[in-house]
């Protein structure tokens, strides 16, 4: 009998370098889109980290020149930037992307080649926003073509944030699996709900703002005020209430972390969702684009017409974060808890959000008198870096279906207790000279009583040792 030889199939167990790159370039596997998210946002945390140190040091002499005095403005402008669309956005809305369809049951992503798009829209334009801005470009840039830049790199990311929002409302929305209910979906699918939600109602008046910006700069730059007026139509996006929307999600982890932690069922899942919902009301302040702050005096009358929005717009998601812990909380006591890892840096950075949710309702209160001073840029700091540690225990917490192992609990809680140190070192002095009326973006020509170098020196501190958390992570 004869045989026939069949021809083996032979192939690389191991892709090339070049294939495996062009897998990852190409690809619509939401892992890897959202762990591509995760790491754009580290490369950019690791670059507003570093900045941050050099402004803090700046901040310690008046006499020092680390960068040029013309740069510094710019420079402030670049960490604000970064801390809200180059890290909390794109940090949490790629631990969603990469999770939350296997929470839900769905077999891939919606529209996972819009949520690739939103990466690559997002990571370009996130590049022109740090390239315009070294190019001297950006808010109170010289170089008018390298504002323009700075713009149009705003756009993009908001743009690619828009488009991956898209990717995982849908998702969370439509794609269950049978017989899943929304109202029983996990608490984290239901946080990126609300969050992309939020972002989806929010982002689109910011793009606006820039296309009006962009065309008053590019011609005439009268109505608007040039460059040195970018910041006044468009800080709104980068500084409280509305960063609060952009950590939604990080509530939502908690949410999720805290009944497999104590080995119960969630008891209040609706409650949950109702501080989920109060945190995103910090969205209505983007119908008037600008704070609205509390001021106790004058008639009853007054005092009541300056309480409701100052309430509707800071307190209000200060109390959807109070519900989202006493839920969390109630789940400990009704249980039967066991600390895990991920917990810690989880649990530490919820603590810091809260932090910057009380710092900016006392900013808001006009007789504090914390107006234009280091204290907004404090609780920026406290709600990025404690967004990053959240981020940090999400990732120990779902890391063994992410990439399929465990991370050593051990290093889990020191990453933790590290951050945490490194969050309170960074931003509490600034809360301090704020109430010295130490004025923001400003590193030298200021004075006041008190120990001005300590807190710069104790700050930048703060801001070394999260660049050392960040390289270790």
């Known amino acids: 009998m004869s045989t026939v030889e069949v021809p083996s199939l032979t192939h690389s167990p191991h892709p090339t370098a070049l294939g495996l790159a062009g897998e990852w370039l190409t690809t619509t596997d939401h892992r890897r889109i959202g762990r591509l998210f995760i790491g754009g946002a580290t490369v950019w945390l690791a670059t507003m980290v570093v900045v941050s140190t050099i402004l803090g040091a700046e901040r310690i002499a008046s006499d020092s020149s680390l960068v040029p005095a013309d740069s510094v403005l710019q420079l402030f402008s670049l960490v604000r930037t970064l801390a809200s669309f180059g890290v909390m956005i794109p940090l949490f809305i790629g631990l969603a992307i990469v999770v939350v369809p296997m929470q839900v049951g769905a077999r891939a992503i919606s529209f996972a080649r819009v949520a690739s798009l939103g990466f690559y829209l997002w990571l370009i334009g996130s590049g022109l926003i740090v390239g315009a801005i070294a190019a001297n470009g950006g808010p109170g840039g010289g170089n008018a073509q390298m504002v323009d830049l700075y713009l149009i790199g705003l756009a993009l990311s908001i743009l690619g944030a828009l488009a991956a929002s898209v990717s995982l409302f849908s998702t969370v929305l439509t794609a269950r699996t049978a017989g899943m209910s929304l109202a029983d979906a996990p608490m984290l699918a239901w946080s990126s709900l609300v969050g992309a939600a939020a972002l989806l109602l929010t982002l689109p008046v910011m793009l606006g703002t820039i296309i009006f910006t962009a065309v008053d700069h590019h011609y005439d730059r009268l109505a608007f005020g040039g460059n040195e007026g970018l910041m006044t139509w468009l800080g709104w996006a ?120 009380l710092g900016n309702a006392v900013q808001r209160i006009d007789q504090a008198g914390l107006s234009g001073t280091v204290f907004d840029e404090a609780a920026l700091t406290y709600l990025a870096y404690g967004s990053v540690l959240v981020a940090w225990g999400a990732l120990a917490f779902w890391g063994p279906r992410i990439w399929g192992k465990m991370l050593p609990g051990a290093a889990v809680v020191g990453l933790g207790v590290l951050g945490f140190t490194a969050t309170v070192l960074a931003a509490l002095p600034y809360y301090i000279a704020g109430f010295a009326n130490q004025p923001a973006d400003v590193a030298s020509d200021f004075d006041y009583s008190g120990p001005q170098s300590l807190w710069s020196i104790l700050s930048t501190a703060g801001h070394a040792l999260m660049a050392l958390c960040v390289l270790a992570a």
């Not at 899942?269 to 109702?274: D, E, K, N, Q, S």
């Not at 998601?317 to 812990?325: D, E, K, N, T």
């Not at 109630?330 to 066991?338: D, M, R």
């Open 238 to 357: 980068f500084t409280q209430p509305q960063t609060f929307i952009y950590v939604v999600v990080a509530l939502g982890v908690l949410a999720d972390m805290t009944p497999v932690m104590a080995r119960a069922k969630q008891p209040l899942r609706g409650a949950v969702v109702i501080g989920l919902g109060l945190i995103s009301t910090a969205l209505v302040g983007t119908v008037s684009q600008t704070s609205h702050s509390l001021n106790w005096s004058g008639s009853l009358t007054d005092k009541a017409k300056s309480f409701i929005p100052y309430a509707l717009y800071n307190l209000l998601p200060l109390l959807g974060l109070v519900i989202v812990l006493a839920t969390a909380l109630l789940a400990v006591i009704s249980g039967k808890p066991k600390i895990i890892a991920p917990f810690f840096p989880t649990a530490l950075g919820v603590g810091m959000i809260m932090t910057a949710m």
